[in-house]
């Protein structure tokens, strides 16, 4: 979804300084840095966890409509925090 | 030559979210008869990247199984090893740190090696600095 939010100026400030530790824009743009904070703080603990494919030597966690797709960029930030 | 997985690598192999899943898992499937590993670094990682809401939102995981689908992707007929280095960081591999960011990867470097593995990345940078210690993924 395209939006337009308008942020104080500390928390743009936070933002582009948050930013900038972990690389600049290209690695954490603003956007992904504010869905990281929302999911953080909105998201809760899920109702049903993701449907997993459990077989012995070969799991699959399922993704649903729900859940992010990652990249490596976002797997590297998740581990630094 | 028997393989170890990173963190992104490993995580990938796992979530069907992650950009890479297909090229991992397919990967991963194939070699396991060759014999494969992660470090207990990399097991950890993945559970915490398991149970993250910035990283599998609303699907997030608890503890119990986010522990149980690791122990079940090193299970079956090729089992997975679990490697654990004991020594200190070596100063030919950590002397060449020009980041914090690098450190663990470094680590799972030496950890591999220590035990006669390869260190499968996707890290181009990681395989620049260390081709001969890892191999590549796409």
Redesign the interface.
């Known amino acids: 979804m395209k939006t337009t939010l308008e942020l104080p100026d500390d928390v743009a400030a936070l933002l582009r300084q948050e930013s900038a530790s972990r690389g600049g824009r290209r690695v954490a743009s603003l956007s992904t840095l504010v869905s990281y904070a929302v999911r953080q703080v909105y998201a809760g603990v899920p109702d049903t966890p993701a449907r997993i494919d459990l077989k012995e030597g070969r799991v699959v966690v399922k993704r649903d409509k729900q859940m992010p797709s990652v990249r490596s960029e976002d797997v590297a930030a998740a581990l630094d925090d | 030559m028997p393989y170890a997985l990173d963190?992104?690598v490993f995580?990938?192999a796992?979530?069907?979210?992650?950009?890479?899943?297909d090229a991992a898992?397919s990967w991963l499937?194939a070699n396991?008869p060759n014999g494969w590993a992660i470090a207990m670094e990399t097991y950890l990682?993945s559970l915490?990247?398991?149970m993250?809401?910035?990283?599998?939102?609303?699907?997030?995981?608890?503890g119990k199984?986010a522990r149980?689908?690791v122990e079940?992707?090193l299970?079956?007929?090729?089992?997975g090893e679990i490697l654990i280095g004991c020594e200190r960081p070596r100063a030919d591999l950590f002397d060449r740190v020009t980041g914090h960011?690098q450190v663990?990867d470094f680590w799972l470097i030496q950890t591999a090696q220590a035990h006669g593995y390869t260190l499968v990345t996707?890290?181009k940078a990681l395989h620049r600095t260390w081709p001969e210690h890892s191999i590549l993924l796409p």
């Open positions: 963190n992104d995580f990938a796992l979530y069907e979210g992650h950009v890479a899943h898992r499937d396991k990682a915490r990247l398991l993250n809401p910035t990283i599998l939102g609303r699907g997030i995981l608890n199984l149980r689908v079940t992707e299970a079956g007929a090729h089992r960011r663990m996707r890290d």
